[in-house]
């Protein structure tokens, strides 16, 4: 393509945000467009886009330090055009000093003000007269613009060693607007617990410092580094633009803000949880630093700070027009210590200080942040991007019930309330909230107390209903059905378990509408204007990708109707 077709950036550059922070300036570079010179080994782990707004996105990538041969001299050039509209590409240079080894190699940009709103646009990089795979992101819709319905792919919970990223390859074909990551995107564990001996050929990992659980930076960024070397999640990261936030396993299992001495707080199941506060302090900072270099997000970061709470802010809103506005939270750096002994998070017996609203999961100043967010959102839809489940999940047993799910909103019962009785005070509608962490395909209420309202309509109190909550199955992490299974060694009576296990859950929780923990996969939330569509897909993760697309199966439809708080589910696809 004739470089003087291009339609080089100039004055505009100087408002672009990279991280790491390059110097960037119009090119005259050619070649970029020529297929022909694509190199997978010097775009080793693929490209990406996140974090849309209404004039642009990020865009990510790392550049193999094996190629890197004239660093003074090789300079990276990004390319962009609308779709199907190549005569109008616009082309920028990120200088070759720019690629530091302090960041691992990886470059993101920050396009805003470069692109129109509301449009596809395709992207792909050079360097070295080497071409990356050609990517396709999204710009936001502007805030006044009127949309008749919106896509978002929703998942979470995908670990490397257990499964295959066959839903990966399926969700690049999905015909949806962004994709919603709920966390996870890695996990600490060189083996997934529990399943050590689980893991699948080909999905070995092993930390440079040979420890089971990441321990340094270097232990961290082998992990993005071994799970972004899948094609099949580098083909949906480079076809989509993507919404990231993090949940336990992007740090630690379990983890919390230990207060008191004013380090990450671990369980004491994990090894590391007897290390002295720094060191328990530079596994935090290890896993913030490594998150932000290998994924495609825009968000607020001191690099000079020493203390998480100020190195890195991950809550932040995006809103897709005069339709929806959604707020991913960060449940996990400001959250107070469990209230059960950490041996056993789900063992209720000990949980006597829960009711304290003192207890918190988002700190007061992120809690108020939403809050205020959803209450004053001009949104028709309003979204909480949320890691763990919100409703109550329990038991019955025998003259008691058990609540067994302390990790979640469970355990800080009185900041889940406050946070749903301002939002029902304040009268805002049409709320949902998207959730992960569980490995469970869910649907149920949103209420302020989770408490049955009457024996023939237990969810009759429309003055206790808030709104509804989705959520997506893992896409290859053990679910519950996994581990009840290898506990109890359950495996040749997998229905019956199942079963067993669906039942007793409704029969806790009648604010459940759904529940099943035998899948994979992910699912697309379709926001219309008097409607949310949910449907659940599970795709095989065992299937070796050499023997081509796993197969995908629809399982789960379900609606919500917010003038009449009305779920309906249909599992039995």
């Known amino acids: 393509m004739d470089i003087k077709r291009r339609k080089l950036l100039t004055g505009m550059l100087s408002g672009a945000v990279f991280a790491p922070f390059v110097t960037v300036s119009p ?30 996105v990020i865009i990510w990538t790392r550049i193999n330090p094996e190629y890197i041969q004239n660093p003074q001299t090789d300079d990276l050039h990004l390319v962009f055009w609308p779709l199907n509209q190549k005569e109008n590409s616009k082309a920028i240079k990120i200088n070759a000093d720019e690629i530091k080894r302090e960041n691992d190699f990886t470059v993101r940009i920050n396009l805003d003000g470069m692109m129109d709103e509301n449009q596809f646009y395709h992207y792909q990089f050079e360097y070295g007269q080497r071409s990356s795979i050609i990517g396709r992101c999204r710009t936001l819709p502007a805030s006044t613009t009127t949309l008749e319905q919106l896509k978002l792919a929703v998942l979470t919970c995908q670990d490397f060693t257990t499964g295959y990223y066959n839903a990966f390859s399926h969700l690049a074909d999905e015909a949806v607007d962004f994709v919603v990551h709920m966390g996870d995107f890695i996990y600490e564990y060189s083996q997934y617990e529990g399943f050590e001996d689980s893991t699948l050929p080909g999905r070995k990992l092993t930390f440079p410092s040979g420890q089971k659980l990441a321990t340094t930076l270097e232990d961290f960024r082998h992990a993005y580094k071994t799970y972004r070397s899948d094609k099949q999640l580098q083909k949906a990261m480079a076809q989509h633009t993507w919404i990231l936030s993090t949940d336990d396993h992007d740090c630690a299992d379990n983890c919390y803000w230990n207060y008191e001495e004013d380090t990450l707080g671990l369980p004491s199941h994990d090894s590391r949880h007897q290390l002295d506060a720094q060191a328990l302090m530079d596994i935090k900072l290890s ?23 100020d190195y890195l802010t991950i809550y932040r809103n995006f809103k897709f027009g005069q339709l929806a506005e959604i707020f991913m939270t960060d449940s996990r750096t400001y959250r107070s210590e469990p209230s059960c002994d950490s041996k056993d998070l789900n063992d209720g017996s000990q949980c006597m200080d829960i009711p304290d609203p003192k207890r918190t999961m988002l700190g007061d100043r992120q809690r108020n942040w939403l809050i205020d ?155 219309k204007h008097d409607i949310v569509e949910w449907d659940v897909y599970h795709i095989d993760k065992y299937q070796p990708p050499f023997l081509g697309l796993a197969p995908k199966r629809q399982v789960v439809k379900a609606t919500y109707d917010p003038v009449s708080y009305t779920i309906e589910v249909n599992d039995k696809l």
């Open 287 to 309: 896993s913030q630093k490594a998150w932000f270099e290998y994924v495609p997000t825009r968000v607020d970061i001191n690099e000079d700070a020493s203390h998480p709470h």
């Open 27 to 56: 090119t005259t570079a050619a070649g970029i467009l020529n297929t022909s010179n694509q190199d997978n080994d010097v775009f080793s782990f693929g490209i990406a886009s996140g974090d849309p707004s209404d004039s642009g």
């Open 373 to 527: 967010g959803i209450n004053t959102s001009d949104s028709h839809w309003k979204i909480w991007g949320n890691q763990t489940l919100v409703a109550k999940f329990g038991l019955t047993g025998i003259l008691r019930e058990y609540q067994i799910n302390k990790d979640a909103w469970d355990g800080f019962p009185e900041e889940r309330k406050t946070i749903a009785r301002a939002i029902k005070d304040n009268g805002t509608n049409n709320f949902v909230t998207l959730t992960g962490d569980l490995h469970t395909s869910i649907v149920t209420y949103s209420k302020i107390e989770y408490t049955n309202d009457g024996i023939f309509y237990p969810n009759g109190d429309l003055d206790n209903l808030v709104g509804a909550e989705f959520m997506t199955p893992s896409v290859s992490s053990p679910h519950l059905m996994d581990n009840i299974r290898k506990k109890m060694k359950l495996s040749n009576y997998k229905n019956m378990t199942d079963e067993f296990l669906e039942s007793m859950i409704w029969a806790a929780n009648p604010h459940i509408q759904h529940f099943r923990s035998s899948i994979y996969g992910y699912a697309v939330m379709t926001l």
